[in-house]
């Protein structure tokens, strides 16, 4: 057989490692036609996370390769709850909740889907069908199609029934929906494939059933690995909580950080699921890190791509400078709005101008005042032990005596005991 003079979208995601399962024929389908294809999207919050990453690329790479992407936000399933993965039932949104979130996750979308091309992407909200259907209906024309022995032998069911409170019909009735979504995109759209992540293989494979049965047609199903990292931690979870895209929850800086700090046996994985970068200059990067780790150029690389791409360029040098600075006795060349992006969540107090005026105050008096010492001997022994850190430059001089010079734009003081204990002094006026 000669070789493939062009890559097509099944070849794309295979050597990134982002299938899972598919069902027969997809390969060969997606060579000869162009096809439109959905994932769906919890609006359980106002903004995605960077678990939501794997499936929003699948839909701009599907894009890219002339295929016609649909994005499903949940307003009517995320009523409900999909206890795909789930331990315990959701807590139900009220309508208006809902609403609110569509619209963050609309906007988020629109930074990595062309809406306005030849084979523009489309975002709907499943609500708009199935909070009008009637109960008595639904159950004739769907429900009829669906065995309660084959739903409870479906995985997410299965955990549910061995979970001491068990699953809800309302949840249970979940599979329904999304085979119900299917369909209706298949009669509006000639939508013929699902991508998902691999907990919805059931509810995708209840869709294309419900298509095969009740219109004769044939339909697709593709599931992405979970992305779960080799540490045992769940992805997009820090000490500080979840990383979301939406930068008013995490910070274009601690968006960076968190990528640049992926583990070294996570980051060539990770450049080929959420990155553009073609195969070659991935496994150039993987090869610097057999080289030479410690340079870290596959996570920088990492974390550049995806701060560009999810906040563009200027919130990725922005997030660059202060990285750079931050760590160094140089972090008094950043604004007091840029240290507090990386330190807003310390511990902070208050202190007024005016007791820092004439010689100042005693370090080690602040450093009681503010609690980073039982008292102001025992400020002196951690400051001749080296561990006092302000503004970055460790203090061994017991009698140092703060000054507004000390601080940055005159707004606030940075402290720091030991490796990471950081601690913020605001200046208040007067």
């Not at 995806?306 to 660059?320: K, P």
């Amino acid at each position: 057989m000669g070789k493939r003079l062009r890559m097509s979208l099944f070849d794309e995601f295979q050597w990134r490692g982002m299938i899972f399962q598919t069902t027969p024929e997809l390969e060969s389908v997606l060579q000869r036609e162009k096809v439109t294809a959905y994932i769906g999207f919890d609006p359980s919050a106002i903004s995605l996370h960077v678990g939501s990453l794997l499936p929003i690329l699948a839909l701009a790479r599907l894009q890219k390769y002339g295929h016609t992407p649909i994005a499903i936000v949940g307003g009517g399933t995320g009523l409900i709850g999909d206890p795909s993965g789930k331990t315990d039932e959701r807590p139900l949104l009220a309508l208006e909740e809902v609403e609110k979130n569509l619209q963050g996750i609309r906007e988020q979308l629109n930074r990595f889907l062309d809406f306005n091309g030849k084979n523009s992407a489309l975002v709907v909200n499943n609500a708009e069908w199935l909070t009008t259907l009637n109960f008595t209906d639904f159950l004739r024309d769907v429900g009829k199609f669906f065995s309660v022995n084959s739903m409870i032998s479906k995985e997410s069911v299965k955990r549910r029934l061995q979970h001491q409170e068990g699953i809800t019909f309302t949840e249970f009735s979940y599979m329904l929906l999304q085979a119900y979504d299917f369909l209706t995109l298949y009669d509006r759209h000639n939508c013929i494939l699902q991508m998902g992540g691999s907990d919805q293989w059931g509810n995708i494979v209840a869709g294309i059933d419900l298509i095969r049965r009740t219109r004769g047609g044939k339909a697709y199903g593709l599931v992405l690995p979970l992305v779960i990292s080799t540490s045992g931690t769940k992805f997009g979870k820090t000490e500080a909580g979840t990383v979301w895209l939406d930068p008013n929850r995490t910070s274009p800086y601690h968006f960076y950080q968190f990528w640049l700090n992926t583990d070294d046996c996570d980051v060539i994985t990770y450049l080929k699921y959420f990155t553009w970068l073609p195969e070659n200059g991935i496994a150039e990067l993987e090869r610097a890190l057999t080289k030479a780790p410690e340079k870290r150029e596959a996570q920088r690389a990492l974390a550049e791509e995806v701060t560009r791409m999810t906040h563009g360029s200027s919130a990725l040098q922005r997030a660059e400078h202060i990285s750079q600075l931050f760590f160094s006795e140089e972090v008094g060349r950043l604004s007091a709005e840029e240290v507090l992006e990386v330190v807003g969540d310390a511990p902070s107090s208050e202190i007024r101008a005016s007791q820092l005026t004439s010689d100042g105050m005693e370090l080690a008096e602040l450093l009681h005042n503010v609690g980073l010492a039982t008292s102001k001997s025992d400020a002196r022994r951690s400051m001749k032990g080296g561990g006092i850190y302000l503004k970055n430059m460790r203090i061994t001089d017991i009698s140092y005596r703060v000054t507004l010079a000390d601080s940055i734009e005159k707004k606030l003081f940075l402290l720091r005991k030991g490796k990471k204990q950081h601690h913020v002094v605001r200046v208040l006026n007067g």
